[in-house]
Nanobody
Framework: QVQLVESGGGLVQAGGSLRLSCAVSGLTFSNLKMGWFRQAPGKEREFVAAIRESGDSTRYADSVKGRFTISRDNAEKTVYLQMSSLKPEDTAVYYC????????????????WGQGTQVTVSS
């Protein structure tokens, strides 16, 4: 059974930090590109960050560059999103996603999704 389970969300003040985790089971994690997406109320789900299998290549949305860092631990089958200098506009449900295909910004390229974790940034 394939499972992607996010954790680490919560309420934080603007300027603060959070680290999200996504634990993967039921898949060969080291063969997967991993991504983080987010969806704010009334908006479409948008790309945040992605990382290749080995962790040697990453991509970020312009809105989070320099503030967020994606990383992975293949031994733990976990991908992380370290979020710093958080802003109220970062408030959203954050989803991790996995794909064996190309590293991509596009959500339709990802085959597997977690259930999401809420991040709320207060001003």
């Amino acid at each position: 059974q394939v499972q992607l389970v996010e954790s680490g969300g919560g309420l934080v003040q603007a300027g603060g930090s959070l680290r999200l985790s996504c634990a993967v089971s039921g898949l060969t994690f080291s063969n997967l590109k991993m991504g983080w997406f987010r969806q704010a109320p009334g908006k479409e789900r948008e790309f945040v960050a992605a990382i290749r299998e080995s962790g040697d290549s990453t991509r970020y949305a312009d809105s989070v560059k320099g503030r967020f860092t994606i990383s992975r631990d293949n031994a733990e089958k976990t991908v992380y999103l370290q979020m710093s200098s958080l802003k109220p506009e970062d408030t959203a449900v954050y989803y991790c996603a996995a794909t064996p295909n190309l590293l991509s910004y596009y959500r339709n390229q990802y085959n597997y999704w977690g259930q999401g974790t809420q991040v709320t940034v207060s001003s």
